[in-house]
């Protein structure tokens, strides 16, 4: 028994000791937002002082910065706090240094701080090395409302002309990517999804499509479904103008103002024969 507390000690004092803190490092985003209903995954890497290991030679863990002993994720449930139970799972493989967690059902008390813990297995013995990084642990910032989509588009579309209009939404959830949906259905909608910075997401969706005339004042919404089924949408006003070009066709020119030409002519025709007729009347009865 007291070798065993020599050796915990010893492992605490190098563990503590500045020659060999610098070898465990974490690197954990410290403050993420945080949709509540929806999910956040946490980035998290880390580096120990041995050679590799293999996944089933670690042991990662997560718990609150106070009290440290209260647990969030571990790979025995019974170990964590029941309001954690069945939310959190490492995204991560500890094998290749990666200790992602990711937290689903976000409630609006989950903000933390959360800490990483790494456990490692010693050879032909029971016990491990163990060291929390407290000095890096993860704040979340929550969020009730989901984030509004951003829409990109030209001011104006051309009858005929290809319109290409981009939305796009910021998230933090890169296992569960909100979806992207737009009022026209039928048009050609691409989708990409890229990382902004560490633990924050763009989701985006490219719609194409030629508007025709009907199309004029029409209203274009994008709607943003998060994990969580928590929407926000975004639209504008489609606004469309006739184009002509310098050397098209008489004929051309002629069917697209048809609308206007054979209205005018017709009100002139109408005048014109009215005053014959007053002026005939008008020399008979003189």
């Known amino acids: 028994h007291d070798n065993e507390n020599k050796k915990e000690h010893v492992i605490h004092m190098a563990i503590c000791s500045p020659v060999f803190t610098e070898d465990w490092k974490a690197k954990v985003v410290p403050e993420l937002d945080a949709l509540v209903t929806s999910c956040v995954a946490i980035p998290c890497s880390f580096t120990y002082p041995k050679d590799n290991l293999p996944s089933s030679k670690l042991r990662g863990i997560w718990h609150l910065s106070d009290p440290p002993t209260s647990l969030v994720y571990h790979e025995d449930q019974t170990r964590v706090l029941d309001n954690f139970k069945g939310r959190t799972r490492l995204l991560g493989t500890l094998g290749q240094n990666n200790c992602t967690l990711e937290m689903t059902e976000v409630k609006d008390h989950d903000s933390g701080p959360f800490c990483f813990r790494i456990e490692l297995a010693k050879t032909n013995e029971p016990t491990r090395d163990k060291f929390s990084f407290v000095e890096d642990c993860v704040t979340l910032k929550m969020l009730h409302e989901p984030p509004t989509p951003t829409l990109t588009k030209p001011d104006t579309a051309t009858v005929g002309r290809s319109y290409t209009v981009t939305c796009s939404v910021k998230h933090t959830c890169s296992s569960h990517q909100p979806t992207l949906t737009w009022s026209r259905s039928t048009d050609v909608d691409v989708k990409s999804y890229r990382e902004i910075h560490s633990g924050n ?37 489609l606004f469309s103008f006739l184009y002509y070009r310098i050397h098209t066709s008489a004929y051309r020119c002629t069917q697209n103002f048809n609308h206007i030409i054979i209205p005018t002519a017709v009100g002139i025709g109408i005048t014109v024969i009215f005053g014959v007729v007053c002026i005939f009347m008008l020399k008979k009865y003189k």
């Open 201 to 237: 997401w763009e989701v985006q969706s490219t719609l194409t499509f030629t508007p025709e005339e009907k199309d004029d004042h029409e209203d274009i919404t994008c709607t943003a479904t998060f994990n969580g089924m928590k929407t926000s949408t975004a639209k504008f006003t």
